[in-house]
Nanobody, 120 residues
Framework: QVQLVESGGGLVQAGESLRLSCAAS????????MDWYRQAPGKQRELVAS???????NYADSVKGRFTISRDNAKNTMFLQMNSLKPEDTAVYYC??????????????WGQGTQVTVSS
C-alpha cells in the first residue's frame, strides 16, 4: 500500500551531476527517516546518505562534500543531488523510508532502484 519510486538516474561523464528523486505514495500517515543506498556490481549494498524527519543528515565518507540529501515533506519526496560524479559512483541507487501507513503501524519500504552510470 506504500510505494517508493526512484527517478533521475542515467549515464553521465565523470565530473557531471545528477539529481535523484524518490516519491512515496499510497497510504501514508507519516514518514520518518529516509535513506539512499547504492549497490555496485559484485558489491554489498551500502548506505549513501540519510535524512531524518527534522532534516538531520548523514553521509558516507565517500560522498561527503559531493552529494546532498534533502526532502520535501509536503510532497513525500526525497532527493539526492550528486555533483562531481566519479566512475566509482556507478551503481543502482535505492531509496528506503520508515513509513507509518496509520498512527499505529510502521514499516520499512524500498524503491525498485535507478541505475547511475558514470563514465571516465
Amino acid at each position: 500500500q506504500v510505494q517508493l519510486v526512484e527517478s533521475g538516474g542515467g549515464l553521465v561523464q565523470a565530473g557531471e551531476s545528477l539529481r535523484l528523486s524518490c516519491a512515496a505514495s499510497g497510504r501514508i500517515f507519516s514518514i520518518g527517516a529516509m535513506d539512499w543506498y547504492r549497490q555496485a556490481p559484485g558489491k554489498q549494498r551500502e548506505l549513501v546518505a540519510s535524512i531524518t524527519s527534522d532534516d538531520t543528515t548523514n553521509y558516507a565518507d565517500s560522498v561527503k562534500g559531493r552529494f546532498t540529501i534533502s526532502r520535501d515533506n509536503a510532497k513525500n519526496t526525497m532527493f539526492l543531488q550528486m555533483n562531481s560524479l566519479k566512475p566509482e559512483d556507478t551503481a543502482v541507487y535505492y531509496c528506503a523510508a520508515d513509513v507509518r501507513p496509520t498512527p499505529i503501524t510502521r514499516g520499512r519500504y524500498w524503491g525498485q532502484g535507478t541505475q547511475v552510470t558514470v563514465s571516465s
